[in-house]
């Protein structure tokens, strides 16, 4: 501020000072431009007419300020209009001819009191507005300096707020501080305390914070909205083989990842605020990992970023591949000799009015378990296949027709019971993969065939609900008791035992319609009471999230994880 001051009044002064200068040498060039004027018209007179040099001068009008004199080549003076010598004055000359025969020199002389007294009255004008500068100099300077002491008296203010929440103990203290500037040095101790104590705070929490993420038992990473690693533990830099001083540097996450779905999760959680989920995905030759993205926020709740947590489950990969492998194999070593088995009681039935009475009751038993067993293996294979199906192809699929195929199919089995399968269909295309929506549907039908009672009616519809299509199959059957609702999705679980030996089943169908339904991302559940029938409720996500390739993957990926605790 002091600077600004000094430049202030050094630029007025000097304007005065340039202003004065330039007049004076304004004059000056005008009295030397109006006495040179002045030579040559007295030049031209003298030189065109004979003239008596001191009859001339006689003639001319006196001046204190100017003189007017003839002189000879020599510097002798012919005649003047002064008698007096002139001090101080400045000469102008010009040489002329006259009477055509003498060559002379005619001088101008003016005195410097023309100059001095026109610079006094320029002096006498500067003084006279001197003092509207200084006050307009004053003003700009209180205006300099209440600009500069604006930020502390907002500093003051601050303090004075700062005070309010101090203990009362330490408010005294600064009470009995006469001197403001004491007081203001006592309040920014304690505000360099405070925040001491609140960087100290912070430095804790941080610690805190990356201590738990180091002791994660997973590799935790985030970046920034663009896509710039902000952040990744110990964990993380040893599986991807990353420094710390690179971590520093901010790495590009296309560095790591080269996943492409991988990235546009990323890219997706950022922008769209929602959680993203991988599960089996190979990121490593031989190496699966669970990843879970969402979004990274800050206090005021803006995305800024996004944080992804990675599990290792190359284990329970590998475990789950070895049971695919194991039941899949074991199914079909078993299914040679089943069928065997089943072809020599199929040629004995052929020929059963050979065998003995009793002989026919054993044959029977023969071909109803190998069915039942034969039934029970194609359940095994049909989930193994399932299960270590990672993709699912999605297509346009016309309802209607399927259920006319199922309907078909099953309505000749059941004869029998006399069974109305109907149909009342509202959505009537959806987009699933054909052949596992067609397994589910027939596992459903067929099973409310099976417990349904004689001559009712299995209703299958389907309708729009929000974004989500909604599949049910309704039968007039016994029901199921609340306490097998959830159990009943698993392997293996019958409600009925003796029933189930009855009737074949072996307590894997509904698993395999619970795991088809997961792959296409939706959800099934069982709705019935005792002796009022069951209602089977499949939740279908709409057709524009089923054909997204990215979350198809995702969840199927998520279906295998899943699989191995159910």
Not at 90 to 99: A, C, D, G, P, T
Not at 171 to 188: I, R, T
Not at 246 to 251: A, G, S
Request: include cysteine; glycine fraction near 4%.
């Amino acid at each position: 501020m002091k600077f600004q001051a000094v430049i202030l009044t050094i630029s007025i002064f000097s304007t005065i000072f340039v202003y004065r200068a330039s007049f004076k040498d304004g004059l000056q060039n005008h009295i030397q431009a109006e006495s040179k004027a002045i030579l040559r018209t007295l030049k031209a007179t003298l030189e065109t007419s004979p003239v008596n040099f001191q009859n001339w001068c006689n003639e001319m009008k006196p001046s204190k300020s100017t003189a007017y004199s003839i002189l000879d080549l020599q510097g002798n003076i012919i005649c003047s209009t002064s008698h007096e010598v002139l001090p101080n004055h400045k000469y102008f000359h010009e040489r002329i001819k006259v009477n055509n025969l003498q060559t002379v020199y005619l001088k101008r002389s003016v005195s410097h009191k023309v100059i001095n007294d026109n610079i006094q009255d320029i002096d006498k004008s500067i003084l006279s507005i001197a003092p509207f500068f200084i006050f307009a100099l004053a003003i700009i300077l209180t205006i300099l300096l209440v600009n500069k002491f604006r930020p502390i008296a907002r500093v003051l203010a601050q303090i004075e707020k700062l005070q309010k929440d101090l203990p009362f103990n330490v408010q005294l203290k600064l009470f009995y501080k006469n001197d403001e500037w004491s007081q203001f040095y006592e309040s920014l101790k304690l505000v360099e305390e405070n925040l001491e104590n609140t960087l100290n705070k912070i430095n804790d929490e941080n610690e805190k914070t990356a201590t738990l993420l180091e002791s994660i038992n997973g590799a935790v990473m985030a970046v920034d909205t663009f896509e710039n690693i902000i952040f990744s533990n110990t964990h993380f830099n040893k599986i991807f083989s990353i420094e710390k001083s690179i971590v520093t540097d901010k790495p590009k996450l296309w560095k790591i990842f080269k996943q492409p779905e991988i990235l546009q999760a990323f890219q997706a959680s950022i922008r769209d605020d929602l959680p993203r989920k991988f599960s089996g995905i190979e990121l490593q030759p031989g190496i699966f990992w669970d990843i879970s993205i969402n979004t990274l926020h800050n206090r005021k709740q803006e995305n800024i970023g996004a944080v992804a947590i990675l599990h290792d489950v190359t284990q329970a990969k590998l475990t789950e591949k070895m049971r695919v492998d194991f039941i899949a194999n074991i199914s079909h070593e078993i299914r040679s000799p089943l069928t065997s088995i089943k072809g020599f009681a199929q040629l004995l039935e052929a020929e059963q009015q050979k065998l003995p009475e009793d002989m026919r009751k054993y044959l029977a038993k023969i071909l109803f378990n190998s069915e039942r067993l034969q039934g029970l293996f194609n359940d095994l294979l049909n989930l193994s296949v399932i299960e270590s199906q990672n993709d699912i192809l999605f297509e346009d699929v016309e309802l209607e027709k399927m259920m006319g195929m199922i309907k078909g199919s099953l309505q000749p089995i059941y004869q029998n019971k006399k069974l109305d399968i109907q149909y009342n269909l509202q959505v009537k295309n959806i987009s699933v993969d054909k052949k596992l929506f067609e397994q589910a549907l027939i596992n459903l039908v067929d099973n409310a065939c099976k417990y349904t009672h004689e001559n009712t009616r299995i209703l299958v519809s389907s309708f729009q609900e929000d974004e989500n299509i909604i599949i049910t199959v309704a039968d007039q059957g016994p029901g199921i008791s609340n306490e097998h609702h959830k159990r009943i999705f698993e392997r293996f679980y019958r409600v009925d035992n003796a029933r189930a030996r009855t009737t074949g089943g072996a307590g894997l169908g509904l698993s395999i319609v619970k795991h088809i339904i997961k792959k296409h991302h939706g959800t099934i559940r069982v709705e019935s009471e005792l002796n009022k029938g069951t209602i089977f409720v499949i939740t279908l996500p709409n057709q524009l999230s089923l054909k997204n390739p990215l979350q198809a993957k995702s969840s199927s990926e998520f279906i295998v994880s899943e699989t191995i605790t159910s």
